[in-house]
C-alpha cells in the first residue's frame, strides 16, 4: 500500500494579483465568447467569414495561453498562482463570491490543451462543415463550448467554476443536436442533457454543502477550512462531487448519454472526448484535492467507480461496428483510468493530467481520423463497410496509426508514458486495483486493433458506388499535426517534468512501492498488450468479415452490444420508478388534495343550497318555523322537568 501525503502536506499557495500579461488572462475566455456572440447575434451577414472568425477567435485564446505560460514558467515554483478579480458577483451579508481567475499550473494546462486541440478542431471543421447551411452557427456554438470550458478551468470559486460548467452543459447541447432535423440527434442531445442535470444536482448540492459548512464557496478558502471540518461532512462533499464528474466524465452509473452523443457532426465528438466536456469531471476531483485527502472513504469510492467504468468502457469497445462507437467507449475507459489516477490522491494527480493531456492529442487524431474516414465513404459509419483503406486513404491511415498505437500503449509513444504510469500507481495502491487496470490495458489493445483492422486493412467491403478518397489539407493538417503530438506527448515526463510543475498545486507524488520493479512491471503491461493485438489479428486479422453483424453470438457479445445493458439498468432502476412515482404523486395531488379541496368546496356549496331552500321569503313559513322552535323548547323544558 502506498503511503498518501498527508492532507496538511499538500502545500497550499495564496494566489498573487495578476501583473503584466497575466493581466489579460480574462481575455482567454472573451476571445472565444465574443466570437460566439458575434456569429450567433451578427446572423447572414457573417455566414461568409463566420468560420475564420471562430477559428481565428479559438486561436487567438490559444497563442494568449502559451505567453501566459512562458509567463508562468519565468516564475518561481511557489509564485505561480496569480488570481485576477474581475468584479464582486454576489454579496450577501457574509456571504460574498467574486468573479475572479485563477492561472495556476493546473489550470494553464487545461487553457493549453483546451485551447490547442480546440484550435485543431475548429480548423478541420471548415473543410468538414463545408457543405452544412448552417456552418456558422454550428462555429458559434463551438466558440461558445469553448469560452464555457475556459470559465469552468480558470474559476476561482466553485460557483464560477458551476457557471462554466452549465455552459459546458448547454454547449454540448446545442451541439450534439445540431442536425436536429433527425430525430436520434435530437433524442440523443437530450439525453445528454437530462443525464447531465442529476450530475450537476450533485456538484450543486456540494457547493451549498461548501457554504453551509465553511462560509465560502471560494477555493482558498474551502480547503483552509477543510482541516476543521469533520470526516462525514467532507466525505459527503467528496462524494456529491464525484456525482458531479460522473455526469460530466460519462462515468457509471451517468455513462449513458456517451455513445448516444455520436449523433453529433465528428468535430463535435472530438471535441467533447478530447478537449473538453469530458475532462471536467477529472479536473473537478483534482482541483478538490483538498477535500478527498480529508476524506479516504470518498476516495476509495472514486477508485471503485473509476475500476468499473474502465473495464465497462474497453468491454463496449469490443462490439461496436460504428467506428465514433467504438471510440466512445474507449474514451469512457480512457477516463475512467484518469479519475482512477485522481481517487489515488497524491500520488496519482499529476498523473491524471498527464494521461489527460496525452489522451487528448490521440483521441481528437483518431475523432477527426474516423471522420476523414467517414467523408470518404460517404457518411458511413459502420467499419463492417469499410476495409483496405490504408492506400486510398495514406494521410488519414498513418496519422491514425499514430493515435492507434499511443493509446495502447506502444513504446515511445505519448500513451505509453501516461498509462503505464497509472497503473504503476495502482499497482502501488493495491494488487486488485493494479490487475484491473492491467486487464483494461490488454482489452485497449484489443479492441482499438480490431477498430484498425476492419478500417484500414481486411478485404474491400464497400459498394460499388463509393468512392473513397482523401481529406482536403484543411482537413489533414490537424490531423498530421495531432498525429506528431501522439508520439511526441511523452516529453512532458521527461524528467519528472509535469509532476515538478503541478506539485504547488496537488503535491509531491511519492514513488509507489510496486510489487515488482518497474521494468519488469513495463514488460508485463507490453506483453498484455501484445496478447490484445495478437488476439485481435487472430479473430479478425485473419478471418474474413461479414458485411453484416452476426446475431448468433454469445451472451458477452450482445451485452456489449446493448453497452452492458445500461440504458435499460437506468430503465429500470430509476426512469420506471421515477415515473410510477410521478404518476402516484399526481394520482395523490388529484385524488387527495385537490379531493379534499375539491371535495370540502362541494360539501359548503351542497349545505349553503339546503339552507337556502329554508329561506323562502314567505311570512308564513318564517311563523310556522317559530311555531315549531316554541313547541321544541317547551317540550324540551318538559322531559327536563319531567326528569
Known sequence: MTPLLAAAEIPVVAPVAADGVL???????????????????????????????????????FVLGVTIFVALLGRPADDRSISQHLWTWFDVGDFQVSMELLVDPLSLLFVLLITGVGSLIHLYSVGYMAHDPRRRRFFGYLNLFVAAMLMLVLAGDYVGLFLGWEGVGLASYLLIGFWQHKPSAAAAAKKAFVMNR?????????????????????????????????????????????????????????????????EGPTPVSALIHAATMVTAGVYLIVRSNFIYELAP??????????????????????????????????????????????????????FAIFHLIT?????????????????????????????????????????????????????????????????????????????????????????????????????????????????????????IVLAALSLLGGVLVIGGWIGDFLEPVVGHAPHPELPVPAIVLT??????????VALAWLLVGRQEVPRTAPQDVSFATRAARADLYGDAINDTLVVRPGAAL??????????????????????????SGALRMLQTGYVRSYALSILVGVIVVVLALLVVNWA
Request: proline share 3%; net charge negative.
Open 359 to 479: 489522451h487528448g492529442f490521440f483521441k481528437a487524431n483518431m475523432f477527426l481520423g474516423a471522420g476523414s474516414v467517414m467523408h470518404a465513404m460517404d457518411d458511413d459509419v459502420d467499419m463492417r463497410h469499410y476495409g483496405g483503406l490504408r492506400k486510398l486513404l495514406p494521410v488519414t491511415f498513418l496519422t491514425f496509426a499514430f493515435g492507434y498505437l499511443a493509446i495502447i500503449g506502444f513504446p515511445g509513444f505519448s500513451g505509453f508514458w501516461s498509462k503505464d504510469l497509472i497503473i504503476e500507481v495502482a499497482f502501488g495502491h493495491s494488487t486488485l486495483v493494479g490487475l484491473a487496470a492491467l486487464l483494461g490495458a490488454g482489452i485497449t489493445a484489443f479492441y482499438m486493433t480490431r477498430l484498425m483492422l476492419m478500417t484500414f486493412f481486411t478485404d474491400r467491403r464497400w459498394e460499388p458506388d463509393v468512392h473513397p478518397h482523401e481529406s482536403p489539407k484543411v482537413m489533414t493538417i490537424p490531423l
Open 523 to 532: 514488460l508485463i503491461i507490453t506483453a498484455v498488450v501484445a496478447v490484445g
Open 198 to 262: 442529476v450530475g450537476d444536482m450533485g456538484l450543486s448540492l456540494a457547493i451549498m454543502t461548501m457554504f453551509v459548512a465553511f462560509g465560502t464557496t471560494a477555493y482558498a478558502g474551502v480547503s483552509e477550512a477543510a482541516s476543521g471540518a469533520s470526516e462525514a461532512t467532507l466525505t459527503a462533499i467528496g462524494i456529491l462531487l464525484l456525482v458531479g464528474a460522473c455526469g460530466k466524465s460519462a462515468q457509471v452509473p451517468l455513462q449513458g448519454w456517451l455513445l448516444d452523443a455520436m
Open 582 to 607: 410521478t404518476r402516484g404523486l399526481v394520482g395523490f395531488d388529484s385524488g387527495v388534495v385537490d379531493g379534499a379541496i375539491e371535495g370540502g368546496a362541494r360539501g359548503i356549496g351542497g349545505l
Open 23 to 61: 493581466a489579460w488572462a480574462w481575455l482567454l475566455v472573451a476571445l472565444p465568447l465574443a466570437g460566439s456572440v458575434i456569429l450567433l447575434v451578427g446572423g447572414r451577414f457573417t455566414d461568409s467569414f463566420g468560420h475564420w472568425l471562430g477559428t481565428a477567435t479559438a486561436a487567438a485564446s
Open 297 to 350: 472513504t470518498a476516495q476509495t469510492v472514486v477508485v471503485v467507480v473509476a475500476v468499473v467504468t474502465l473495464l465497462w468502457g474497453a468491454i463496449i469497445g469490443c462490439a461496436k461496428d460504428d467506428i465514433k462507437k467504438a471510440l466512445a467507449g474507449s474514451t469512457m475507459s480512457q477516463i475512467g483510468y484518469m479519475m482512477l489516477a485522481a481517487g489515488l490522491g497524491v500520488a496519482g494527480y499529476a
